[in-house]
Every structure is written in C-alpha cells, then in structure tokens.
C-alpha cells in the first residue's frame, strides 16, 4: 500500500484563473491569489516548507506569470509543468520536464523556472496550468548485481503482506508495481536496505487509512543510490525520522521509525526501488534481497523474512 502524494498526484497541483489567480488544493490550501491592478487578498497562511508544494505561480508587473520554485523538504525532484495560454506567450513550450537539484539551483528561496507574458496586455489574457513531480532527478540505471538488506535489524522476522505485482495497490503496470509490504507494528526500527544519500524526509503527518484519500499523508525517508536510482520507505510514524536530509548512510544503518501514515490500512512498511521518468511518472524497480536462504529475486507475500 503506498502511492505518495509526491509522487502519484491525481488532481495535485491543479490551478486556473481568469484574471484572479486562484489555486486550490486537494489540501484545501488556497495558495497564490493577486488581482491584476492593485488590490491583493490575503490568504490562509501555508506552513513554511510543506513538501507538498513545490511550484507557486505569481503574476509580474509586465502582463506576465511566473512559475517559481519553493523550497521544499528535498534535495532533488522531476518537475512536468502543463499549461495553455491564451493571447500569451512563454519562455518554453508545454509541457516542460526539469530536473531540480539542490545545489544547481538555490532550494532555499523561489526561483523562476517558466515565465510567460501577455502578447497584448490591452485585450484580454488567461492561463491555466498544473504541475505534478516526483523525488529524484531522471536518468538512474540499476546496478542489478546489488542485493538489498532487509530494511529492520538483523533477528527479526517480518511477514510481506504484499509484493511485486500485488492487487491492493501494487499492481502490474503500475508506477509501484515493484514494491513491497513488510508487515510491521509502529514504532519499529527501519534500516537502510542499501547505502546512499538522504534526498527526502517527511515525517510531519500523524494521519494514516485505508484508502486512496489517505495517501498524500504518508510520512517518509528516500535515499539515492551511487546509481542514480532511489530507495524510499514509506508509511513512517510521526517524528520517525532518524536521519536528516544530505546525510549519507550506510545498508543496514537505522534511518526512521515505522509507522501508518498516508494509505495504509495498518501499520507496515513500504519499500521500493525506483527512477523517476518525468513529474508524472516513475518506473519502480524489481531488486533481489539477502535472506537467510541467500540471495532471492523476490520476496514472497506470506511468507517471513
Ligand atoms: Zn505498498
């Protein structure tokens, strides 16, 4: 059970305007509102960081828009930003794909990353745009000659609840196909099942369910391998992170606390390997682990590892 609101978006990111810029949130957060001329509406104030907002857009004195870069709780994020426009021109067409990574651009305050502005700011001119990203920068190739730990201290047993290919929510096809459930009381100690570099944490939410609804409050820690690719552990307890964003661990080293934040319908841990393919998408990756059995190309659900 997973699906990140980070990552699978739905509806995610959606704003439109004519004249007023009004965006609306699943979260119920009106995020940017300006009036062309001068009155300005104050808004409900949105918590500083949250990671779920990445792209703001703003109106510019000349007729124009601008879509900015907040800072948010990540190192690294693949951005696809849609659009239509009328009477308006931009910096780049639509759709546009970026890959964001802290240290080549400045996470720490907006940056403009697509800019558009009236053709003729005498008639008439509109916009409606929407973003979607997921953690991680494209281009990752799996090492497959790398065997996964399993992510708890060594001596404990714990079932898989579900598997690659699993009919609750990792089904064939999908952007989780090759995830795995392990099942998993909350409180539990989880542990890198490979070594790498944190580029995301969140672990501000205490809300968990089981269904779809729930997802965009799930809690995690994702790291990135020396191969580009990225390993996340999802679903994690309030406060249930051991480690801080940039940190290098290494596998088997302690990183959160396990827990039922976001679609989970009790307690476990999500795990999975992956790349991202655009700000839509990502393509989960089948990864063997080491077991007491030895190396295994998949962990079977119902069993004990
Ligand atoms: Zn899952």
């Not at 730990?149 to 196909?177: C, K, V, W």
């Not at 063997?288 to 030895?294: E, R, S």
């Amino acid at each position: 059970m997973q699906k990140l609101p980070l990552i699978s978006f739905k509806d995610f990111g959606y704003s439109s305007l004519m004249k007023i810029i009004h965006q609306s949130w699943r979260f119920g957060f009106l995020i940017a509102v300006s009036i062309f001329c001068s009155q300005i509406i104050t808004l409900p104030a949105l918590a500083e960081n949250d990671p779920t907002i990445l792209l703001k857009l703003q109106e510019t004195a000349n007729s124009g828009i601008e879509i900015d870069v907040q800072p948010p709780r990540l190192l690294e994020a693949t951005v696809t930003v849609k659009g239509t426009f009328e009477n308006m021109k931009g910096t780049s067409f639509l759709p546009l794909t970026l890959d964001l990574t802290y240290g080549k651009q400045d996470f720490r305050k907006p940056f403009p990353v697509f800019k558009a502005i009236a053709k003729d700011p005498s008639k008439e001119y509109n916009w409606d745009w929407q973003y979607r990203w997921q953690i991680g920068n494209r281009g990752g190739r799996h090492n497959d000659s790398v065997a996964y730990f399993l992510p708890y201290r060594q001596g404990e047993m714990h079932a898989i609840n579900q598997t690659y290919g699993g009919s609750f929510s990792h089904e064939r096809g999908s952007d989780d196909e090759f995830s795995i459930d392990f099942d998993m009381p909350t409180g539990n100690v989880v542990c890198a099942a490979r070594g790498g570099t944190v580029v995301a944490v969140r672990v501000d939410s205490n809300r968990g369910g089981p269904t779809k609804d729930f997802a965009e409050f799930a809690n995690y820690v994702v790291i990135k391998h020396d191969d580009g690719t990225y390993g996340r552990y999802l679903h994690l307890r309030q406060n249930g992170s051991l480690v801080k964003l940039g940190q290098v661990v290494q596998a088997r080293q302690p990183i959160g606390l396990s827990g039922g934040t976001g679609w989970a319908e009790s307690p476990h841990l999500h795990f999975d390997v992956y790349v991202p393919i655009s700000g839509e998408h990502k393509r989960s990756l089948p990864v063997k682990f080491v077991t007491k059995m030895g190396i295994v190309p998949m962990l079977m659900e119902g069993m004990s590892y």
